[in-house]
Nanobody, 117 residues
Framework: VQLQASGGGLVQAGGSLRLSCVVPRSIFTGTGMGWYRQAPGKQRELVAS???????DYADSMKDRATISRDSAKKALILDVKRLKPEDTGVYYCNVFTLSIPPKDYWGQGTLVTVSS
C-alpha cells in the first residue's frame, strides 16, 4: 500500500498552498487520516487529522489557517493552508491508520514545503 503526496514547493510568506495525497481505494474509507510535518532538526508533529467519522482536529498553530478534507472522487486527502509562515517549513507527510485489529499505519513519502520570508 503506497500513499502519494504532492503539492509542496517554495512559497512566500503570506501565500497559500494545497497538498494532496492519493490514497488507495482499499483504505480510503473507514480509516483515520492526517497530515504531519517535520521541520529541520525537529520531531514530526501533527498538523491536522480527520477521523473515520469525519471529526477534525488541528494543531494550535494551524487553527484558522488550515483545512483538511477528503476528495472522494479522486480518493485523495487534501490539506489547504493559507497565510503561510516561515515556521511552516518542513516535510509534510500524509498518514492513514486503519481501525483493524491490529491497527495498521501507512505513510506517504513526504513533500517538502519551504516558506520564504
Amino acid at each position: 500500500v503506497q500513499l502519494q503526496a504532492s503539492g509542496g514547493g517554495l512559497v512566500q510568506a503570506g501565500g497559500s498552498l494545497r497538498l494532496s495525497c492519493v490514497v488507495p481505494r482499499s483504505i480510503f474509507t473507514g480509516t483515520g487520516m492526517g497530515w504531519y510535518r517535520q521541520a529541520p532538526g525537529k520531531q514530526r508533529e501533527l498538523v491536522a487529522s480527520m477521523s473515520s467519522r469525519g471529526d477534525i482536529d488541528y494543531a494550535d498553530s494551524m487553527k484558522d489557517r488550515a483545512t483538511i478534507s477528503r476528495d472522494s472522487a479522486k480518493k485523495a486527502l487534501i490539506l489547504d493552508v493559507k497565510r503561510l509562515k516561515p515556521e511552516d517549513t518542513g516535510v509534510y507527510y500524509c498518514n492513514v491508520f486503519t481501525l483493524s485489529i491490529p491497527p495498521k499505519d501507512y505513510w506517504g513519502q513526504g513533500t517538502l514545503v519551504t516558506v520564504s520570508s
